[in-house]
């Protein structure tokens, strides 16, 4: 049976409840993270019972039998006895949106390829522009300023509300919740570069995600690796990554704004820098399991791992075992802190229930839950600078 997934995407839970908590800082449009694969979900269906926790897993079916039983909407009724839980990471979804998740850890999404950030005085600007994608036709650009969204102005909005109007979920309003808008659906789009102001009208199409990117940083002998997500193979591509790192370079592991995925795939990545050993650690209803490198990762290059408020779940699980390790030093803003896994029920509407049935922790047995990593270097501006100034001070590999 696979291990767990580490969840973190916007809830939709109880009455009036908008999108809640955040993807992260900077976010693709449209690309949620963190929820199973078609095999994973078969695989594990026929196993839920015992690894569920079995009190909330009873009321949340109950609730939704009823209701379809009474005429009523099943996937409601479970969302609200989920929200009388208490439990802030558990949650329910239409088939629909669940299907998108799958979609976008697969690598897809539905959305116009633009990944925004917050500003300290509430301004939401362009981070990245995926090429090829609607925004990039558009000639949008990093650093323009993203003023409204089909008409409703997002300044002072939490990102994950602006990036749901641009993917076209429905931002909750109390009634049941809207499909997701569909490819081709149009979105309006009030931006601003300088003195000029405009608007411009995207179409939502369908992308593949690029959640992992290497570069060359100018003028030194260091290469950036950025992890967007932690979707399907983005571990393997990390290592192909690590491995096509020029002698003599040191590395920049950029996490930040990592809002999480499958953990399989964050072990993977961890491989790339371990020779085996212990990655994070585990309770499944009291039972305590081990997640485990694989041999022959690069243990000499030199490793700083950049992180921040939006470095999330799977990304917090690598931080923490390259910390606890002494495999790498940890710069940057301390992260979100979510250490908590969730596996999946569907309902008998075809709706999925995500519950909470356990956490894990750090090699050295740090929980990460609420509390989230400290970095060794806590750095508020400025971060990338101070981490290459950090990693020139490792040396290089030889």
Known sequence: MPGPLMFIRPRRIGRGAALTL???????TGAATGTWGEGDRKSVRAGVDSMTAAGDRAAVHAAAAQAMADGKSGSQAAKEAVSRSGDRWSAVYTA?????????LDGRY????????????GRIEV??????????????????RLRTVDGAAVDGRPVTEVVSRLRGDAVATGGPAAPAAPEGSPVRLGL??????WESVLRRTRLATETVTADRVPGERATRIKVVS???????RVRRAVR?????????????GNSGGLVAEAVTAASAFLDGGLVATYDMRGEQRALY?????????????????????????????????????VVGAPTFGKGSVQMPSELPDGSVAELTVGHYRTPSGRAVDGRGITPDLVVHGAAEQRARTVLSGLGTTS
Do not use: C, N
């Open 127 to 144: 981070d990245r522009v995926q090429p090829g994608s609607p925004a990039a036709g558009a000639g949008l650009a990093p650093g323009d």
């Open 244 to 256: 096509a790192v020029p002698r003599g370079d040191g590395l920049l592991l950029d996490l930040r």
């Open 230 to 236: 932690f979707t399907k193979g983005a571990g393997e």
């Open 192 to 197: 601003e570069r300088g003195d000029r102001r």
């Open 96 to 104: 629909r949106e669940y299907e998108g998740f799958q979609q976008a």
């Open 293 to 329: 490198a694989r041999e022959g990762g690069d243990t000499r290059i030199p490793l700083v791992v950049l992180v921040d408020g939006g470095t999330m779940s799977a990304a917090e699980l690598l931080t923490g075992a390259l910390q606890d390790r002494g495999r790498a030093v």
């Open 110 to 121: 539905i959305g116009v390829g633009l990944w925004v950030r917050g500003g300290a005085d």
């Open 22 to 28: 955040v993807f992260a800082s900077v976010l693709a």
